[in-house]
């Protein structure tokens, strides 16, 4: 695996590194050793903030965790990878009959799919609800209006711009976000 460590008003210190690269490094036996994970720390206040990126095969494996403490939030980030990685594994066991293949593209190695993980039940992802309501076009900020009125965080439209779906969403900041679609 290939470690980019960045820092945003924060040194990245031996002592850091060797922690991340520890830490993050037991991962090592699910991934190719082309793979990247992408780590920026930043400090805004007290809050001691870590971020890593992994992408695979066309999707994104992240996590994001502020404490206090710098080496907390490097653990608690550990914790929710790996997490993310037994649901993403039965994901790909699950698509591919059982049966995947560590040659198919992906950034894994074939041990990732070897190794029995134990998936607890709060791991699995289950539907528990499906709504439906009619999408009516509006603009980007008449959605954020809406999405405000109902209290939600997020909110699905038809852009009156474009034609096409797009989700608005609150931010952690207080700010709002836009979702486009894009098709490659």
Do not use: W
Not at 68 to 80: C, F, G, H, K, W
Not at 109 to 130: A, C, G, L, P, Q
Not at 134 to 156: R, S, T, W, Y
């Amino acid at each position: 695996m290939k470690f980019i460590i960045s820092g945003k008003n924060i040194e990245v210190t031996p002592g850091l590194r060797d922690t991340i690269e520890q830490k993050l490094g037991k991962l090592e036996r699910y991934f190719t050793p082309e793979t990247e994970i992408i780590v920026t720390l930043s400090v805004e206040k007290e809050r001691q903030k870590i971020e890593v990126t992994i992408p695979v095969k066309g999707n994104i494996i992240r996590s994001e965790q502020t404490s206090s403490d710098m080496y907390v939030s490097i653990d608690l980030v550990e914790e929710i990878i790996e997490r993310q990685l037994r649901k993403y594994k039965n994901k790909l066991v699950a698509r591919s009959q059982g049966h995947p293949t560590a040659s198919s593209g992906n950034a894994f190695k074939k041990e990732f799919f070897e190794e029995e993980i134990d998936v607890s039940e709060d791991d699995e992802i289950r539907i528990v609800r499906t709504k439906k309501f009619g999408i009516k076009p509006m603009f980007p900020e008449d959605a954020c209006i809406q999405m405000e009125l109902l209290g939600h965080n997020f909110f699905v439209f038809s852009n009156a711009e474009t034609d096409e779906v797009n989700v608005v969403y609150k931010r952690k900041d207080g700010t709002f976000g836009l979702i486009e679609p894009e098709f490659n």
